[in-house]
């Protein structure tokens, strides 16, 4: 089949804005948050993949963090524990905190890894235990939330190793304390403290949604600078669920990190086109 004309020198700019882009990025870090939403949808899954194999074929070194909050819902379903909630964190006491080890260092964690491999590349499926990548403590707060932690320090020895090493690593976000207690994190936070301690080059948020909408807009903005992010949340336009990915988007850029996206993790192929376009489709949060 040979393309029309047209359609050919569209193509043909379209590659070559990409492979400007690619030379642009090799040997630098992106950091992916992956939201428990889009894994439990499956939407956009198998496109995510191919796009994480692609990138480090390509000489760009990905990181994948990951939640799993869904599944750790249906799991304590299935065991008869009702799941509570407190301003959207997960209350974990003893035995919460084993089935959120269990499904995120565990199930959710070694099925992409294992998706990674049948699409041709190499992931070591971790969990923020290992190698200290995220030392935790308790959350303090007015209710008790049980194991559920902040992040006091992040580690990337393991990380940089596994990448320097030909790996995409894939992080359960799952903390440890100084004693050895583990703690269940915000993955939206602890993408973007991994960011922002890796010096990362992107910091992108896959969820459920195309980007940060403005009051009553039909498409997200484009771009957004991080004053107007905080303001947004100031006046409840930015609430909810999206709080805590625009928290994590500007903890990044404080740390340096030079631009944060939050990009809907459903449509396919979203992270090749929000690295690699100039037009991208969520929105990308600056300095």
């Not at 940089?160 to 903390?175: D, E, K, M, R």
């Not at 269940?184 to 195309?210: R, W």
Request: glycine share 12%.
């Amino acid at each position: 089949m040979v393309l029309e004309v047209h359609a050919a020198v569209d193509l043909g700019r379209s590659l070559a804005q990409a492979l400007r882009y690619v030379n642009a990025w090799k040997r630098r870090s992106v950091v992916v948050k992956y939201g428990g939403s889009v894994m439990a949808s499956g939407e956009g899954e198998g496109t995510l993949i191919e796009d994480l194999v692609l990138l480090k074929g390509a000489g760009i070194d990905p990181v994948l963090v990951h939640g799993g909050g869904s599944e750790i819902t249906r799991m304590l379903d299935r065991l008869g524990k009702e799941s509570r909630f407190v301003n959207g964190l997960r209350v974990t006491d003893e035995e919460t905190m084993e089935v959120v080890e269990m499904v995120l260092a565990g199930s959710a964690n070694k099925a992409i890894v294992s998706q990674i491999a049948t699409a041709g590349g190499q992931a070591v499926g971790i969990s923020g235990q290992d190698g200290k990548i995220f030392q935790a403590r308790k959350l303090e707060g007015p209710v008790d939330l049980g194991q559920v932690g902040e992040i006091e320090a992040v580690d990337t020895s393991l990380i940089q190793l596994l990448s320097g090493s030909g790996f995409i690593p894939v992080v359960a976000s799952i903390g440890i304390g100084g004693d050895g207690t583990s703690y269940n994190l915000n993955a939206d936070h602890a993408a973007g403290a991994l960011a922002a301690a890796m010096g990362a080059s992107k910091f992108i948020l896959l969820t459920d949604v195309s980007g940060i909408y403005r009051d009553e807009e039909r498409s997200p903005v484009s771009v957004l600078k991080a004053d107007e992010a905080k303001r947004l949340i100031r006046e409840g336009v930015v609430s909810r669920g999206m709080i805590p990915k625009v928290e994590a988007c500007l903890a990044a850029l404080a740390a340096g990190v030079p631009t944060a996206h939050i990009v809907s993790g459903t449509q396919p192929h979203a992270l090749l086109v929000e690295l690699f376009t100039e037009e991208g489709v969520g929105t990308m949060i600056v300095p």
